[in-house]
C-alpha cells in the first residue's frame, strides 16, 4: 500500500513537471523585428534580410528578384510595309541602366484597287492597285497585248551640221512618247578659216582656227621671236665719251651703253706738251712742270704726263 502510494506522488510530480515546462514553452513566441542586415534585391539577382529576435534568435528571410519593369522610348526605325523595325525600351526600376532592342515585323501592305489601265504602245492592261500605308502601287490582272508604236505622216527634217549627219525625226501618232529617227547622207565636217596674230620680239602670237558655220575654234600658239640687234658704236676720245648702242631692226628697241672718255695723255715736246692720243698741244707753264721723282720715257728721255 505503501508503495502504491509513493507510485502516485511520483507520477503526480512528473505530470506537474512535464506541464510546467509545456506552459513555459507556450509562454514565449519568437518576434523577429529586428533587422541585423538587409541586402536589396536587383532585376536579376535575389536579395536577403537577416532578422532577430529580442531573445537572441536570428533567422534569413530570402527577396526574389524584382525583375525589368520595362517601359517603351522610341522606335528606331519604325516598321515599314516592307522592312523591318526595332522598338527600344528601358527598365524604370531604381539604379538599373538596362535596355533591350525587339525587333518589330514589317506591317505589310494595304492594297485598294484605283483603276484600269487599258493596253498602250508598249504595255498591256492591268489592274492597278495602291497601299494606303505607303503609298506604293502595283500591277495586277494583266490583260491584252502590247499595241505597238506607230510611225507614219508627217516627220521633223533636221539639216545636216558640222559633227552631225542629216536626219529624219517622227513621232509616235499614239503614244506621243516614242520617236523614231533616220539618218540621211554625212555630216558636212567643219569649214575652217585660218586668221593670225603675228607674234611680236617680247609676245607670243596665236593661229586660230575658226569654223565659219560653228562655233568650233581652236588655237595655237606662236613663240616670241626675241629682238634682232644691230650695234653701232661711236668711238671715245679724250675729251668726248663714246657709246654703244644696240637697235632692234625688228620693233626699233634702243640700248645705248655709254663708254667712258679717254682723257689726254701728254709727252714733253720742243713745242711744249703733246697728247699721245689726239696730237694736241698744251704749252709749258708753270702747272705743267714735272714733278719730282716722275720717270723718264724709255726712248726719247721726255717726261709723259696725263691730264
Known amino acids: 500500500m505503501r508503495n502504491i502510494k509513493i507510485c502516485c506522488i511520483l507520477m503526480l510530480l512528473c505530470f506537474l513537471l512535464l506541464s510546467s515546462v509545456s506552459f513555459a514553452a507556450k509562454a514565449h513566441t519568437h518576434k523577429y523585428d529586428i533587422l541585423v542586415k538587409r541586402e536589396a534585391p536587383t532585376c536579376t539577382t535575389g536579395g536577403f534580410e537577416d532578422v532577430k529576435c529580442e531573445c537572441g534568435k536570428t533567422k534569413r528571410n530570402k527577396l526574389k528578384a524584382l525583375g525589368h519593369k520595362w517601359e517603351f522610348?522610341?522606335?528606331?526605325?519604325?516598321?515599314?510595309?516592307?522592312?523591318?523595325?526595332?522598338?527600344?525600351?528601358?527598365?524604370?526600376?531604381?539604379?538599373?541602366?538596362?535596355?533591350?532592342?525587339?525587333?518589330?515585323k514589317a506591317t505589310g501592305h494595304e492594297w485598294k484597287y484605283i483603276e484600269t489601265?487599258?493596253?498602250?504602245?508598249?504595255?498591256?492592261?492591268?489592274?492597278?492597285?495602291?497601299?494606303?500605308?505607303?503609298?506604293?502601287?502595283?500591277e495586277t490582272g494583266k490583260f491584252g497585248k502590247a499595241l505597238g508604236h506607230i510611225f507614219d505622216g508627217d516627220f521633223y527634217y533636221y539639216s545636216a551640221t558640222c559633227n552631225s549627219r542629216a536626219r529624219k525625226f517622227w513621232s509616235c501618232t499614239r503614244c506621243q512618247n516614242a520617236s523614231k529617227i533616220e539618218y540621211v547622207g554625212e555630216a558636212l565636217g567643219h569649214n575652217i578659216e585660218v586668221q593670225t596674230i603675228p607674234p611680236s620680239c617680247t609676245k607670243m602670237g596665236t593661229i586660230a582656227y575658226c569654223c565659219t558655220r560653228c562655233n568650233f575654234m581652236d588655237r595655237k600658239a606662236i613663240p616670241a621671236t626675241g629682238h634682232n640687234f644691230t650695234t653701232f658704236t661711236s668711238d671715245p676720245t679724250c675729251t668726248t665719251a663714246g657709246s654703244e648702242t644696240k637697235l632692234c631692226t625688228t620693233c626699233g628697241q634702243k640700248i645705248v651703253k655709254s663708254i667712258p672718255k679717254l682723257n689726254h695723255t701728254y709727252i714733253s715736246t720742243k713745242n711744249g706738251y703733246a697728247c699721245t692720243k689726239c696730237g694736241v698741244i698744251k704749252p709749258q707753264t708753270a702747272s705743267t712742270i714735272a714733278p719730282k721723282n716722275v720717270p723718264l720715257n724709255k726712248d726719247s728721255n721726255k717726261l709723259n704726263y696725263t691730264y
Do not use: F, Q, W
Request: net charge positive.
Open 73 to 104: 522610348t522610341c522606335n528606331a526605325p519604325s516598321p515599314t510595309c516592307e522592312k523591318i523595325g526595332y522598338k527600344y525600351e528601358k527598365c524604370m526600376n531604381l539604379n538599373c541602366k538596362e535596355y533591350r532592342k525587339t525587333k518589330l
Open 117 to 138: 489601265v487599258l493596253p498602250s504602245c508598249e504595255k498591256g492592261g492591268y489592274k492597278l492597285e495602291k497601299c494606303l500605308k505607303c503609298d506604293k502601287t502595283r
